[in-house]
């Protein structure tokens, strides 16, 4: 499966631990999208990183979350001193470098569920 | 920040009938897209969109790119019990800018 492969599946946290997901993108895509969806509701934009730079993280809160994306492995979504505001379920999408084309859209990882207790 | 109105919330429909949602938008889109979600998996990409105007089928798919940029719906041709899910648009600006989800369409299908 060549999918956009996240990991962990479930994860849960104690108020106050450190979070860490993580999103492999499909082969060949450089562009990584992180999405945070909570219960009843739509995917909302956290942070789009291509490879070893942060294109835009107007959707992450500024404090304890960060991202990265580096030149070799996984992207990683980092939530420091979890609280359980932050349980949601994470998603990863890639694409490749040009999206002008049909069939060159974003694809989903199946995400990962943070429970914090 | 751009938002997307989707509607209906949910539906619940006998098999054999059509559905049809749409979303609406404060702002131009470049791309539609429509999405669906089932439990505990992520979104799977069903149709996209790319033109004003432009009407597009995926099976008994089809959705259509308003014509003001502002606007797409999706319609759901005979729906059988797999169609069940959440249903979601999506709104791109241009080129690789992230998208816009709309809150979702949850669709249940009485057999």
């Not at chain 1, 492999?24 to 730079?53: A, C, D, I, T």
């Not at chain 1, 999206?99 to 569920?113: H, K, L, V």
């Not at chain 2, 009938?17 to 979600?37: A, G």
């Amino acid at each position: 499966n060549a999918g956009v492969m996240q990991n962990p599946r479930h994860l849960v946290r104690r108020r106050g631990q450190e979070a860490r997901l993580r999103c492999s993108p499909m082969k060949g895509h450089s562009h990584v999208y992180w999405y945070r969806q909570l219960p009843e509701e739509g995917l909302k934009f956290m942070v789009y990183l291509q490879k070893e730079n942060i294109i835009d993280e107007s959707g992450m809160p500024k404090e304890r979350f960060s991202a990265e994306f580096p030149k070799e492995g996984p992207s990683i979504l980092r939530i420091q001193q979890v609280v359980r505001g932050d349980s949601a379920a994470y998603f990863c999408a890639s694409s490749p470098l040009i999206m002008r084309e049909r069939g060159t859209e974003a694809f989903f990882g199946q995400g990962t569920r943070l429970t914090v207790v | 920040g751009q938002q997307l109105n989707q509607s209906p919330q949910s539906m619940f429909i006998q098999e054999g009938e059509d559905v049809s949602m749409n979303c609406t938008s404060s702002s131009i889109f470049n791309t539609w897209l429509w999405y669906k979600q089932e439990p505990g998996e992520g979104p799977v990409l069903l149709i996209a969109l790319y033109k004003a105007g432009e009407l597009t089928s995926n099976g008994r798919l089809t959705a259509q790119f308003g014509i003001t940029r502002k606007d797409s719906f999706l319609n759901i041709s005979a729906s059988i019990p797999s169609d069940v899910g959440i249903y979601f648009c999506a709104g791109r600006g241009s080129g690789n800018t992230p998208l816009v989800f709309g809150k979702g369409t949850r669709l249940s299908v009485i057999a």
